[in-house]
Structure formats: C-alpha cells, structure tokens
C-alpha cells in the first residue's frame, strides 16, 4: 500500500532520474534469485543525491508519523536501510537501531544493533520490498528482542502477491512511497519507455520467476 498518490509518482520521478531504477525488456538483469528482470532497482543511490534524499527523508518522517503515530524507535533493515533510516529518525528526533541479516559470530552477538527496549513501539524502514522474506527476518529479529513493531515503511515495492501474503502471515502493516504500477505510469508519462516495453514489463510482473525463459 502507497502512503499517497502524489508521493508515489515523485517518488518514481525521482528513481528514474537518478538511475536508481533501471528498466531494459532487451538487456534483462539477472537477480541473486536467479530470475531474468527487466527492472534493478538500487535505492542506496537515494544517498549520494542530497536534494532527493532530504525529499525521501521528509516524506518518510510525514508519512510515519500519519500512518503509524510516532513510534519510539526507528529501526533500518542492514545494510540497504541504514542509511535513510538513520535520516529518518535524525528527521523525527527518535533513537535508531538497526538489524543484521543474522547475528554476529563473535562479541556480544547481536542481531539488532543499538539501544532497544522490550515494549518500545517501532517502526521498520527498508530501501526495497521484494518477496518480503528478509525485511520480515528483520522484524522477527526485533520482535525477538521485545519490540512492538507498529509497521514498516519502505521506498519501494515491486508488489508481488507473494510479499502481500508474506506480510499478511506476519501481521505486519507494509506502506511505501512508490510501487511497481507507479513506476510504469511515470515511465511510459515520461517516455523513459514506450507502448511495446511497457507491455513486457506488466508480463513480467504477472511471472516474474518464469519470464523470457527460452
């Protein structure tokens, strides 16, 4: 679920400009899952761009604090959401922690890093929702640990039914700033592409483990 319309589409604007987001149905990107996409999506570029962060910055602390009501802490999912998490709490004068993809070997062997008390009310940020499989690793993690997770807050979803039910089983309220129908729109408004890709994109979408396999 997008936080709002006219955030979603700037959102997508921006991604686009920067290269963020990157779209070729010709010269298709191979994930770590193994599947052919026509889409990457790489949101730490946000960071390096300081009028488009601060914009992605604020509309995270607005919408939050909307959505959600102000939580105690802001938690960043490693290492893809440390980054803008930590503007978002600086932006909302909360603390911040931030979760590893699995707990330290050595050390005190943390999985959540930071100062968090059991009871505290926290919101989860995450650059990039795909399956929801390892941004919901990350709110085991802080449930673990005692916390109360009031939702998460994400840049931008692809939007698969798999992430919907995953985050449905884990009883966790999912809200971004842009998504994969956003996306097409401002592209195709854009003319970052035309009528024929646009098509093999929303037939990625409908498949995305099976397309343009020979």
């Not at 840049?155 to 996306?183: E, M, R």
């Not at 401002?186 to 979408?205: D, F, G, R, V």
Request: proline letters at 3%; glycine letters at 8%.
């Amino acid at each position: 679920m997008i936080f709002n319309n006219n955030s979603a589409q700037k959102t997508a604007e921006l991604l686009l400009q920067i290269n963020a987001i990157k779209l070729d149905t010709k010269n298709y990107f191979n994930w770590a899952s193994g599947w052919k996409s026509p889409i990457y999506c790489d949101n730490r570029l946000v960071l390096s761009f300081p009028p488009i962060r601060n914009y992605i910055r604020d509309e995270f602390a607005k919408q939050i604090e909307e959505k959600f009501g102000k939580p105690d802490v802001i938690a960043g999912v490693a290492t893809g959401a440390i980054g803008i998490g930590i503007l978002v709490a600086e932006a909302m004068g909360l603390p911040f922690v931030y979760v590893r993809p699995e707990a330290k070997k050595h050390g005190r062997q943390n999985q959540v890093e930071g100062f968090l008390q059991k009871g505290q009310n926290v919101v989860v940020v995450e650059d990039l929702i795909s399956t929801g499989g390892s941004s919901l690793m990350a709110v085991e993690a802080l449930r673990n640990e005692g916390a109360n997770i009031q939702g998460m807050a994400a840049i931008f979803t692809y939007g698969f039914d798999i992430s919907v039910d995953n985050f449905k089983k884990a009883n966790v309220n999912l809200y971004t700033l842009s998504n994969y129908q956003t996306l097409l729109e401002t592209a195709t408004k854009k003319e970052y592409i035309n009528e024929i890709e646009i098509e093999s994109l929303k037939q990625w979408a409908k498949s995305p483990s099976t397309w343009n396999q020979e």
